[in-house]
């Protein structure tokens, strides 16, 4: 699978209380889609792919802010648009400093409104609506250190199917068995996400650590960790090694196989949502010319295994994955 991603984003500020950020997007994808699980050679896998894929997916979002004092209040909106799947969202978003601006609270709200489509199936047109609600810390701790903490709850209700993935499970007796994707029809998530800075003048670094928590009503628990350095080597060069090491849990109706017969009323065989693992080592370079103009590089591998999972006991069945990337920016201030 390959993809490619022009992003171009945007700031501007006018009179001094108004900001406005907006960003668009295409994403150009090829390749093959694993769409069915199979235990025909005795051991379930992923034996079937689609027909070589062209996708395309334009999206975009902008988001205004009026600043009053140590007062902020942005509203926000959003779209996105591929041939089987449209989504639209807004936000709100009220932000406050404190404490001589070492202490920073923030709270929001969004809401997106999704249509469900397919390829193989043109009449399917399925919604799918999420209602997200964020409250955050910023707190300054020292001249050279801040923590930053955040919870956000998700309740979502509508079509969750992937409805181009399959089940096709034989049996000792009687004839083989092929069951769609099939998954609630609701999904409430609570992710807290916390982040530490910290400034090493002498070493002229900074140490950046993330540590993320997710759950979900559907039985998934997942811890994200990462940790970076960034070094700044002379006036205009900086470099940021990072590491990031992702778990999780499987959703309770995950199953490479038809467990039973007639089959379960939800039933998923995407390995996505088993018990897994994965690393992701990354090394990004900035460079800042004189004239404010700011180019960044960052080339990063992921492979997502069943043995990376904590505790070793992950999904025997998941196929190891992998990947590279490379991400390009140029910032130019005017």
Same mark, same amino acid.
């Given at each position: ?63 205004? &802010? @009026?600043?009053?004092?140590? *007062?902020?209040?942005? =509203?926000?909106?959003?779209?996105? %648009?591929?041939?089987? $799947? #449209? ?106 996400? &916390? @982040?530490?800075?910290?400034? *090493?003048?002498?070493? =002229?670094?900074?140490?950046?650590? %993330?540590?993320?928590? $997710? #759950? ?119």
């Amino acid at each position: 699978m390959k993809v490619v991603e022009p992003v171009l984003w945007g700031r501007a500020e006018f009179a001094e209380v108004w900001e406005v950020r907006a960003s668009a997007l295409v994403d150009i994808i090829s390749g093959a889609s694993p769409q069915l699980v199979s235990n025909r050679t005795g051991t379930p896998m992923q034996t079937l792919t689609g027909a070589s894929i062209e996708e395309h997916r334009a999206a975009g979002d902008v988001k205004v &802010t @009026r600043r009053f004092g140590d *007062f902020h209040i942005s =509203a926000s909106g959003a779209f996105s %648009d591929e041939h089987d $799947y #449209r989504s639209r969202a807004f936000g709100l978003e009220a932000r406050g400093d404190f404490n001589e601006r070492n202490t920073t609270l923030i709270a929001g709200y969004g809401r997106s409104d999704d249509r469900v489509g397919s390829h193989d199936n043109p009449a399917l047109d399925e919604p799918r609506k999420t209602d997200e609600y964020l409250a955050g810390l910023t707190q300054v701790i020292s001249p050279t250190a801040l923590v930053q903490t955040t919870l956000n709850f998700s309740r979502g209700r509508g079509y969750y199917n992937d409805p181009y993935k399959l089940t096709f499970t034989f049996f000792d007796t009687g004839p083989p068995i092929v069951v769609a994707d099939t998954r609630p029809d609701h999904r409430n998530s609570l992710a807290w996400l &916390t @982040r530490y800075r910290q400034h *090493f003048p002498a070493a =002229a670094g900074t140490l950046q650590v %993330d540590y993320r928590f $997710y #759950r979900d009503d559907w039985g998934i628990r997942a811890h994200t960790l990462e940790a970076g350095w960034q070094q700044q080597l002379g006036e205009h060069w900086a470099l940021r090694p990072a590491l990031r090491y992702y778990t999780q849990s499987a959703a309770d109706f995950y199953s490479a196989v038809v467990p039973t017969r007639p089959p379960p009323e939800v039933l998923s065989s995407d390995q996505r949502l088993s018990a897994f693992g994965g690393l992701s080592p990354s090394l990004r370079a900035i460079y800042r010319f004189d004239n404010g103009v700011t180019t960044e590089g960052t080339v990063g591998y992921i492979r997502n295994a069943s043995s990376l999972r904590l505790g070793g006991s992950g999904n025997p069945y998941f196929e190891t994955l992998r990947a590279a990337y490379v991400i390009i920016g140029i910032t130019y201030p005017f």
